[in-house]
Nanobody, 126 residues
């Protein structure tokens, strides 16, 4: 069992930066693949980024590649999402998720993740 708590969301101007954090609980946190998803009003929840348990492999949606960076600190049971060059279209609730068993082909699917945080709001003003 893993519990996840996101933080760091706030209002920021376009072009600005934010770092989101996701604190996990549970002794097996460092065995999970961790992902970030986001959901804008009236839209489906979409994949943003993911990182394998070792931190050696990372994955990004095309829309954030080159602007966002996912990382993790297993000693602190925390995963981060550094977001640079933010755009108004990045406005959404951002969710952290954990997967106990995932493959390359399912990495971007929300259905592959077993545990979810409550979300943190990111708003980017023009």
């Amino acid at each position: 069992q893993v519990q996840l708590v996101e933080s760091g969301g706030q209002l920021v101007q376009a072009g600005g930066s934010l770092r989101l954090s996701c604190a996990g609980s549970g002794r097996t946190f460092n065995t999970y693949t961790m992902g970030w998803f986001r959901q804008a009003p009236g839209k489906e929840r979409e994949f943003v980024a993911a990182i394998r348990w070792s931190g050696g492999s990372t994955y990004y949606a095309d829309s954030v590649k080159g602007r966002f960076t996912i990382s993790r600190d297993n000693a602190k049971s925390t995963v981060y999402l550094q977001m640079n060059s933010l755009r108004p279209e990045d406005t959404a609730v951002y969710y952290c998720a954990a997967s106990a068993s995932i493959t390359e082909s399912t990495m971007m699917s929300k259905h592959a993740y077993n545990y979810w945080g409550q979300g943190t709001q990111v708003t980017v003003s023009p």
